[in-house]
């Protein structure tokens, strides 16, 4: 296989340093980014190119930018939407600036980047685009909802994409970590309020503890995780001879988490099927 050309966004930290590691072991080549690309220095020493994207920026100056990460080896092969952070609190207490600015990085981040790689991809018919997840891609928990609003959206956006994008020879993966050993609940990548309402505070304060004892404890190994994913997209290693899925989930919460919902959503439609299904206008 002739090496393939990657981006991968929120390189600064977590995941994105890890596949920037990984992908240039694979003998591939790789463009790491981040908001700010002094934090970037060692991944430059490493081998890899390096350019400042911020997702937040608008279309115009994300197509510029693509087009100059293009530019530097003359293809893009695989674009890795990375850059993310968390947003916790109960809804009455996140203002809804809050939400709005977990989408524009969490959501509206990858649309952005990726409509600015799709035409290039689709003019070589080929090309895979990778978009980071969550476990609470699946499952919301409660005082949540702003980070996991942002992943269930982004995820029914892939999954649309995919249908668009594959009859044209583009593929895309839609990966679904549970807790892994990164900085993501880290300050930086971490934003939470505590409930300043007496009915949620107790609750409040057990999530944020929750979040604290993970933090740099979880139990998942990224440098698994992103060798699983460089295996998928390069279909060599675990992902060898397979069919490679659109959705993947890594870690053994995830796996948890994610067959415990689809059991108790299979049960609950066979318990109200005759509901459900009753609901049609009559012949």
């Known amino acids: 296989m002739a090496p393939l050309v990657w981006l991968v966004t929120g390189c600064s930290s977590g995941f994105g340093r890890e596949f920037v590691h990984e992908i240039l072991k694979s003998g591939d080549k ?117 980070y996991a609003g942002t992943k269930f959206a982004l995820e029914g956006m892939a999954e649309s994409l995919n249908r668009e994008v594959r009859p044209l020879g583009l593929r895309t993966l839609i990966i679904e970590p549970g807790f892994f050993r990164t900085d993501l609940l880290s300050q930086g990548n971490l934003k939470t309020t505590e409930s300043s309402i007496p009915d949620y505070a107790e609750a409040s304060k057990a999530f944020n503890r929750l979040l604290a004892e993970k933090n740099h404890a979880q139990a998942g190994d990224p440098k698994k995780g992103v060798a699983v994913v460089v295996d998928l997209v390069r279909q060599e290693g675990v992902a060898k001879g397979k069919k490679v899925p659109v959705r993947m989930a890594l870690g053994q919460d995830a796996y948890e988490v994610i067959k415990g919902k689809c059991r108790k959503t299979i049960e609950l439609l066979e318990d109200w099927k005759d509901v459900i299904s009753g609901t049609d206008l009559d012949a």
């Open 30 to 146: 790789v463009i790491a980014t981040a908001r700010r690309p002094e934090t970037l220095e060692d991944l430059k020493k490493a081998g890899a190119a390096v350019l400042q994207l911020d997702v937040t920026w608008d279309q115009e100056r994300i197509n510029e930018t693509i087009n100059n990460a293009i530019a530097i080896y003359g293809q893009l092969d695989v674009l890795i939407n990375n850059a993310a952070y968390v947003l916790g609190g109960a809804w009455e207490d996140l203002s809804y600036e809050d939400f709005r600015d977990a989408f524009e990085t969490n959501v509206f981040g990858p649309l952005k980047v990726t409509k600015a790689a799709l035409p290039h991809m689709r003019a070589r018919k080929t090309g895979t685009n990778v978009f980071i997840s969550s476990i609470s891609g699946w499952s919301g928990m409660e005082f949540n909802a702003g």
